[in-house]
């Protein structure tokens, strides 16, 4: 069955320098040629390989110019599609753009369904479905290090990783099964030490995939990050010094902070979706009441406390309780006022501390910043630095998989410690390799195919 020609607008709606129109498909060159001119004379354009093409979009019912614009051509299969694509770079209006559309579609294009581009990059081979999915996070990226990932992804660091437990996988099971199959050949059963180990092998690498997806998540949302402590001790200043921009109000009267205020900030290219609270304290103020409702409710949901405490005054009663009622999530105690002649006794917030990190800043000079950036790097990272070669899992459908795989493997390596003989195992490990295929997409249904491009945007 000959695939439909898909036509659709690829770039964002709105006012633009320019607005690309992109049609997919074995009519895409006949349909562009109806519908592009030469410029200047009023011949149908010859569109030459990867070439651009000055020219104009004309109505062919009635000569009618749409556009001047510039047209490529970028036959099958060297292309996104690995189809026939012409793209028509116009100028970025809507008007425009949806006219460039609309001829299209009259002349035997059909609209493209949201990712159908890339949907075909997949269906045709040249993606696998994690790669797919990457395209997508590529877009949806809002800093570096999501950035760096999906690009990773991209380039094949999950679909290797994936494609290489597949393969250990699929060789485990043809001596297993060529052992059962065929007896009198005297294939040698493998010993269960040795299945277990290699059972064992594939799923630490899965184990590992599914840690990653910790920092993986970060990536996506921003590590929720809540600045918490009593009154005055200078949180809101610390969000400013932060965000290099005067965001909170700062004054020197305690609870001027009532209203939670969230902010999103790069830390060494660790996303942060950090909160400054109202301080807790006893109130009888009912608005400020409320804001300390609040704080408590963020901090439930916190990832990453920064605790302050200020040195310029000795350690209150008020911070030890506040201490002793955060959740139990990550803190790092971040001492603040440095700049300030000291009443607090260092001895006394390092007992309070324990094992958890302490940091000495001044808000108001901008000291200690770098520290307190280590040190939430090194909290997020487990004590490593960024690298190119770390990829981490970020999408939930991969992690979901990656965790039926552990699940199914896991019950291979029990079955075999209660000495059920390997046969038995080989249905857990036919489960983990369709698991694990439902990432690249090997083993994917059709339909899971179409939702998961659903979600893709218009055009891509
Ligand atoms: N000397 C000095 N003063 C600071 C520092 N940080 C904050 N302050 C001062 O401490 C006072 C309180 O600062 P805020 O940032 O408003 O404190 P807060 O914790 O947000 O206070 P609430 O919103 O009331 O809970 C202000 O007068 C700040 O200028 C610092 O590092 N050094
Ligand atoms: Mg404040």
């Not at 009618?64 to 970028?74: K, P, S």
């Not at 075909?120 to 949806?140: K, P, Y």
């Not at 990190?357 to 909290?379: C, M, N, Y």
């Amino acid at each position: 069955m000959e695939a439909e020609t898909i036509a659709a607008i690829a770039t964002a709606i709105g006012e633009a320098s320019i607005g690309i129109v992109k049609v997919s498909g074995p009519a895409s060159v006949k349909i562009a040629r109806t519908v592009f001119r030469n410029f200047g004379n009023e011949a149908a354009a010859l569109l030459p390989p990867r070439k651009m093409v000055y020219g104009r979009v004309v109505d062919p019912d009635t000569g009618e110019m749409i556009d001047e614009a510039l047209c490529v051509y970028m036959p099958a299969p060297h292309s996104y599609t690995c189809e026939d694509v012409v793209e028509f770079q116009a100028h970025g209006g809507t008007a425009v753009l949806r006219r460039v559309l609309a001829l299209l579609l009259r002349q035997g294009a059909r609209l493209a369904r949201p990712g159908e581009f890339t949907e075909r990059a997949f269906l045709n081979g040249r993606i696998d479905l994690s790669q797919a999915e990457a395209v997508m996070d590529i877009i949806r990226a809002k800093n570096d290090a999501a950035l760096q990932n999906a690009n990773s992804q991209l380039a094949g660091a999950l679909s290797q990783r994936i494609a290489k437990l597949r393969q250990e996988l699929l060789d485990f099971l043809a001596q297993v099964e060529a052992a059962i199959d065929y007896p009198e050949d005297e294939i040698e059963v493998m010993p269960p030490a040795r299945a277990e180990e290699s059972i064992r092998l594939v799923l630490s690498e899965i184990e590992e995939l599914l840690a990653s997806a910790r920092v993986g998540k970060i990536l996506r949302e921003g590590l929720r990050t809540v600045i918490a402590g009593r009154p005055n001790v200078g949180k809101s200043s610390l969000l400013n010094a932060l965000l290099g921009e005067d965001r909170a109000l700062v004054t020197e009267i305690p609870g001027t902070t009532r209203d939670s205020i969230e902010e999103y900030l790069d830390v060494r290219g660790i996303p942060l979706r950090i909160v400054d609270t109202a301080g807790l304290r006893d109130s009888d103020d009912r608005i400020e009441q409320l804001g300390i409702q609040r704080t408590r409710e963020f901090l439930s949901s916190a990832a990453l406390i920064l605790f302050l405490l200020d040195a310029s005054q000795p350690l209150t009663p008020e911070d030890i309780e506040i201490f002793a009622s955060l959740p139990p999530v990550p803190v790092i105690i971040v001492v603040n006022k440095m700049d300030l002649p000291q009443l607090m006794d260092s001895a006394q917030w390092q007992q309070l501390a324990g094992a958890y990190t302490i940091v000495p800043i001044s808000a108001r000079e901008r000291t200690g910043f770098a520290d307190l950036e280590q040190a939430i790097e090194r909290l997020v990272l487990d004590g490593a630095g960024w690298n190119a070669e770390m990829f981490f899992v970020s999408n939930a459908r991969h992690y979901e998989s990656l965790g039926a795989a552990k699940t199914a493997l896991q019950s291979a390596l029990s079955g075999l410690r209660d000495g059920l003989p390997l046969d038995c195992a080989t249905i857990d490990l036919r489960a983990a390799l369709s698991a694990l295929g439902q990432i690249t997409g090997e083993t994917v249904s059709d339909e899971i195919v179409r939702e998961i491009f659903a979600k893709f945007c218009l055009g891509k």
